[in-house]
């Protein structure tokens, strides 16, 4: 995905709105340290930080690591991938929100995860889980296919509770808490709210598409919606969430 940070930023908030209270459950203390996997645009490792956490932020888009250091400049945020990062040092806690379902890797992340935690050391996490946004991509898929152009590749990663649970406690994880629900997500623009959620979060629908192609799309897909996802003159997108504590042994 190529992010436009100030679209995001803008335009999407409930992205990292939503995760303040994914932040009570991680609960964090003063002189702990933490990463901020997936840290994006910083508000969160901000959060984190207040708390009295010594945290870093990790993102795997330059924009999203440059807007984070624009808006929180004493904070440290650094350029990683979450299948493969390799940091010096060992943490207290990982903290992910919104993150993990872009990466189709995930038993490299969950390895990557464990790496970087300390003995006895927690991960916690929230993130698209089993029939994410099944609504839109579903929609979008048949309007591409009725212009006949073949189906996207999947670049998502929405488990069930089991699947991931299970991929834990395979790489010695001990899972605490593991919740599938609902969270039907207010969208910003009342005119344009499938539309724009689409052009920023679903890129990777488009390529080789004809833009005129793409637009028409687009407008189909909030037409065909609107029974169902527009209610009381605002937009809702059809979120799912898979949200995770689970530690490591040690003392």
Not at 99 to 122: C, M, N, S, Y
Request: contains cysteine; hydrophobic residues 40%; negative net charge.
């Amino acid at each position: 995905m190529d992010w436009n940070a100030d679209l995001y930023t803008e335009k999407h908030a409930f992205v990292f709105q939503y995760g303040a209270g994914l932040i009570d459950l991680l609960a964090p203390k003063t002189g702990e340290s933490i990463l901020d996997l997936g840290c994006g645009s910083g508000e969160l490792t901000q959060q984190i930080a207040d708390r009295g956490a010594a945290v870093v932020g990790l993102d795997a888009s330059e924009p999203m690591i440059a807007k984070a250091r624009q808006q929180f400049p004493a904070l440290d945020f650094r350029l990683g991938d979450a299948t493969h990062f390799e940091l010096p040092e060992r943490f207290d806690a990982v903290f992910s929100n919104a993150v993990l379902h872009w990466v189709t890797d995930f038993e490299a992340a969950i390895r990557q995860i464990k790496k970087h935690l300390k003995p006895g050391g927690r991960f916690v996490a929230e993130f698209g889980g089993k029939d994410n946004v099944k609504q839109i991509t579903d929609e979008v898929t048949r309007q591409l296919q009725k212009r006949g152009y073949p189906l996207p590749v999947s670049w998502w990663y929405f488990p069930s509770v089991g699947s991931y649970t299970s991929a834990l406690e395979k790489h010695g994880f001990r899972v605490n808490v593991a919740q599938h629900y609902d969270r039907d997500t207010l969208l910003n623009d009342p005119e344009r709210g499938i539309i724009d959620w689409v052009e920023q979060f679903g890129g990777n629908f488009f390529p080789g598409v004809d833009p005129a192609d793409q637009a028409s799309i687009l407008e189909d897909t909030q037409n065909a919606l609107k029974p169902t996802l527009f209610r009381e003159g605002r937009w809702y997108a059809d979120y799912k969430r898979l949200r995770v504590v689970a530690s490591v042994e040690g003392v």
